[in-house]
């Protein structure tokens, strides 16, 4: 299954007019070899790939990689030079979004011999298309957020501290399974919820408030983002308002998702409603975003996207409002593109639901 990836990076080397590709970018790495350490390099030339990396790593890079060679190095850039001078490559890629400069500046320095092209867009859609394992994977990580949720639901309530909702879902996710959380989780509640990114803090939940709950673990490698935002007893019609907007605009954009659709399309199908309802300057951010090995990849589902959904693509959708000194709102699922449209893989409802005081 990891070894017929490599054929999406030959294919990156023949578009881009390559005779190498050296991956530095670790989720690339695993996603191309299957290697899951924290450092080595992957080289493709020739219809061949190398794996190399260090003393550290070489015994679980032995059982883990798929790849036609695995080898040390003391240096890493002398054994990308050493491995690239044997197959007689001349241009080789590399993965300008990511790479540091001084690496950049090392490789050209040393590899004086090589023209390094840097490459970006082919990099950025090489894992953008779900294979069957990968949403296997994806849906797993997105059903535990979904029991977990359900579990620690009981503790949002008046009183408590948006920080004590994190750490709940926190524990109940590594106590079910999950590796790590996906990110410091956002727990916003009334006018915090105003901060698209506030990640939880001291403060206490009031009864009358919206709380907006981002979360998302990783499981294998994979990540699963979603976001509820839910009333703490009975709110105000203009928070009431907000909600409704948004979980309308989320429902459009999701149904507007299918194979060829333009992703920014499936923006406007949310911005434009937020916007027709009033409310279009609170809503700042892109639609959404790719997932997978990565919280943040992939493609971008935003105004400035120019790509198409494909199907076997998964992203988010998570349009919000955000009203500084008011509160906000913001509604995500994570949804795989199939071939008649779409199916959600993130499982928590997200009607309005209104919690006990
Ligand atoms: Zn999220
Ligand atoms: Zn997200």
Known sequence: MVNKRILLAEELIKTCALDAFVFFHLPNIRYLSGFSGTDGVLVVVGGETGFLTDSRYTTQARQQVVADSVREYRVKIDGILEFLAEKGAVRVGFESDTLAYATVSELREKGGAYEWVPVSREVKSLRCLKDEPEIEVLEQAAALNAVCFEEILSEIRPGA???DIALALEFALKHRGAEEKAFDFIVASGVRGALPHGVASSKTIAAGELVTVDF???LNGYHSDETVTLAVGE???RLREMHDVVLEAHDRAIDSVRPGAALRDIDAAARKYITDCGFGDYF???????????VHE?????PRADEEAREGMVFTIEPGIYIPDVGGVRIEDTVL????GCRRLTRIPKGFRTLPV
């Open 161 to 163: 501290r948006e920080v």
């Open 216 to 218: 998302g673990c990783r």
């Open 235 to 237: 709110v105000s019609p």
């Open 284 to 294: 700042g951010h892109g639609t959404g975003h790719g997932l997978g090995l990565e």
């Open 298 to 302: 992939s493609p971008s589902v935003s």
């Open 337 to 340: 593109v199939t071939a008649g």
